[in-house]
């Protein structure tokens, strides 16, 4: 895993400059994709607990941390993906040169 998490956090934070956007998507994005299931898993689980205890306070209390997880979680990735997939910029921003939109301008 911690293979392929370098080069992809790489080319992520790349692909964020291109858009003229900050790294902290770069960092959210993993963040994200393990929060999301987690919080899946988690609210499922506690669904079946939460009936089994009788309205105990603490399981209701995970219950509603695990839905926020999974909530946030997905928001973020869906977000995250959206950025991934719009165009870069043409120009220079301040990231540096205009990145994946610049075009050769020669005849063929």
Same mark, same amino acid.
């Given at each position: 895993m911690l293979i392929t998490m370098v @080069?992809? $956090?790489t080319i992520t934070?790349?692909?964020l400059h291109d858009t003229n956007r900050t790294m902290l998507f770069a960092i959210l $994005? @993993? %963040?994200s994709a393990v929060a999301a299931p987690t919080g899946g898993i988690a609210a499922f689980i506690?669904? $079946?607990a939460w009936h089994g205890t009788d309205g105990d306070t603490? !399981? +209701?209390i995970v219950? !509603? %941390?695990s839905i926020l997880f999974l909530i946030f979680g997905t928001i973020i990735s869906i977000y995250s993906l959206i950025l991934f997939v719009l165009p870069g910029n043409k120009?220079?921003?301040k990231y540096g040169? +205009? +990145?994946s939109c610049v075009t050769s301008s020669t005849d063929i």
């Open positions: @080069p992809s $956090f934070a790349r692909r $994005f @993993p %963040i506690g669904m $079946f603490t !399981v +209701g219950l !509603v %941390i120009e220079p921003n040169s +205009g +990145g």
